[in-house]
């Protein structure tokens, strides 16, 4: 059931001064504007207009996405932001979101955000790698990243992370080191995002002239798996993993090759209940076992497409497995009975 809605306003690229080897907002722009301030009034309403009407949703965010909200023009800024308070000084919506990058916070920024209503910032990071970061071209540091987060929860921001894997030079030591600065910081809430090439990238270049592999999803979602894996045992409240189908910007933009898959968090999920649900065997070939999750867990458990259950069958022909929901199990736990 779904408790939490975000009212998405997407700025393309607007304010962001670098072009990332693997970013193609700017083709985007070309064809997209970001909306006018009317504009974005009618994109808050129009979205209310179905949230309102569901009792379950009990939090609702205006989110501005797309591109670095902080880089913006200050009185641009402040426009889409009074826009945005205006909803929720009366109450229709609860907080307001953007993202941005880490070198383009101070003060200044924050203090305006905060006379504005402003509740949660994430930082693009992508990387606490510097190699990576330079190959990448994010035209910031890892310092940058600490620096910011620092100031941003100094003023009682919300803070979310985002990181991204299989960037030129990524390797799964280096993610996993991201994942542990990321814990040191402590954000409320962290994204993953899996590299894919796009078309009108410097990164889709680098892929046809043979000077950069992107990794395959076999080891996407096995790195994925320890970084979420580690980020969620910290506390954090991991609210994306893989790119949306949206994000995947279709015709001359789309994606070429990559980690993407429609279904990717789910990918992520099936690994780590497999894996649980293995070490509870204790190398049991032979009888019978039940295996539990939450009902809201439970198509992780049986894998995307069933192939949990193609894969226990297969690799265990002597175990009788049955798969069943217990209500009284925290989501994301998963238990092995095993009867011999």
Not at 125 to 139: I, N, P, T
Not at 151 to 160: D, M, Q, V
Not at 244 to 250: G, N, P, Y
Request: net charge positive.
């Amino acid at each position: 059931m779904k408790t939490h809605a975000i009212i998405p306003v997407f700025i393309p690229h607007e304010g962001c001064p670098y072009n990332c080897i693997f970013c193609n907002q700017k083709a985007i722009t070309a064809r997209v504007k970001s909306p006018s301030f009317r504009e974005t009034e009618t994109i808050i309403e129009r979205y209310l207009t179905t949230i309102e009407a569901n009792p379950d949703i009990k939090t609702k965010e205006i989110a501005f996405y797309g591109g670095s909200f902080t880089a913006i023009p200050m009185e641009r800024q402040t426009a889409y932001l009074e826009i945005a308070c205006k909803f929720k000084k009366a109450g229709r919506i609860d907080k307001i979101h953007m993202s941005t990058r880490p070198d383009y916070i101070d003060d200044r920024i924050l203090g305006n955000l905060k006379r504005n209503g402003a509740d949660v910032i994430e930082l693009g990071v992508q990387s606490f790698d510097e190699e990576v970061l330079r190959r990448s071209a994010r035209g910031h540091s890892a310092a940058d990243v600490f620096r910011a987060a620092a100031l941003i929860k100094s003023y009682g921001f919300e803070l979310g992370i985002q990181l991204m894997t299989g960037l030129p030079g990524d390797t799964y030591e280096k993610c996993m080191h991201s994942v542990s600065e990321t814990v040191k910081i402590a954000p409320s809430i962290a994204r993953i995002y899996p590299s894919v090439v796009l078309e009108n990238t410097a990164m889709c270049d680098m892929y046809r002239n043979g000077t950069y592999v992107p990794w395959n999803l076999e080891k996407t979602v096995s790195v994925v798996k320890d970084m979420y894996r580690t980020l969620t045992a910290a506390g954090i409240n991991v609210i994306r993993v893989g790119l949306k189908s949206t994000d995947i910007i279709k015709n001359e933009n789309g994606a070429v090759v990559g980690g993407y898959h429609p279904a990717f968090r789910q990918l992520v999920e099936s690994e780590i209940a497999k894996e649980d649900l293995e070490k509870q065997l204790n190398g049991a070939e032979s009888g019978s076992a039940e295996f539990f999750s939450n009902p809201v867990s439970f198509s992780n458990m049986i894998g995307n497409g069933a192939s949990n259950k193609k894969y226990f069958s297969e690799k265990y022909p002597g175990l009788a497995i049955k798969f069943r929901t217990d209500a009284s199990l925290r989501p994301s736990v998963y238990r092995a009975e095993i009867h011999r």
